[in-house]
Nanobody, 124 residues
C-alpha cells in the first residue's frame, strides 16, 4: 500500500515562510508524479503544485506562482513544498498526493493516493 505522511505545517505570520515535507513509502511512489493540494474550510480541495517523477517538470497554481517551490529527493522518498510570502488566504490543510504516472497533473482526480494532511495557519 502507498503511504504518504505530511509534516511541517504550523502557525506562521503573514509574509513568512514554511516548508512542508511529504514522506512516501510503497513500491509505486518512487515512479509517481507528486502533487500538493490544499483545502480550506467551506472550500473545495484545490491544486497547489506538482512535480514529475524525475523532478524535471513542475507546475504551480497561479496563486502560488513565484511564492512556492516544489522539489523532491527520490533517494529519500520525500517531496517538499517551500512556501514564501504567505498570505492569510493560504491557510488550509495541505495534502500530499501521488499519481500513478510520471507526469504532473493539476486535478484532484489525477491522483490516486493521499496523505492525512498538515495544517497551515497564517496569522494577520
Amino acid at each position: 500500500q502507498v503511504q504518504l505522511v505530511e509534516s511541517g505545517g504550523g502557525l506562521v505570520q503573514a509574509g513568512g515562510s514554511l516548508r512542508l515535507s511529504c514522506a512516501a513509502s510503497g513500491r509505486t511512489v518512487s515512479s509517481s508524479a507528486m502533487g500538493w493540494f490544499r483545502q480550506a474550510p467551506r472550500k473545495e480541495r484545490e491544486f497547489v503544485a506538482a512535480i514529475s517523477w524525475s523532478g524535471g517538470n513542475t507546475k504551480y497554481a497561479d496563486s502560488m506562482q513565484g511564492r512556492a517551490t516544489i522539489s523532491r529527493d527520490n533517494a529519500k522518498n520525500t517531496v517538499y513544498l517551500q512556501m514564501n510570502s504567505l498570505k492569510v488566504e493560504d491557510a488550509a490543510v495541505y495534502y500530499c498526493a501521488a499519481r500513478v504516472a510520471r507526469y504532473v497533473g493539476a486535478g484532484v482526480q489525477d491522483y490516486a493516493y493521499w496523505g492525512q494532511g498538515t495544517q497551515v495557519t497564517v496569522s494577520s
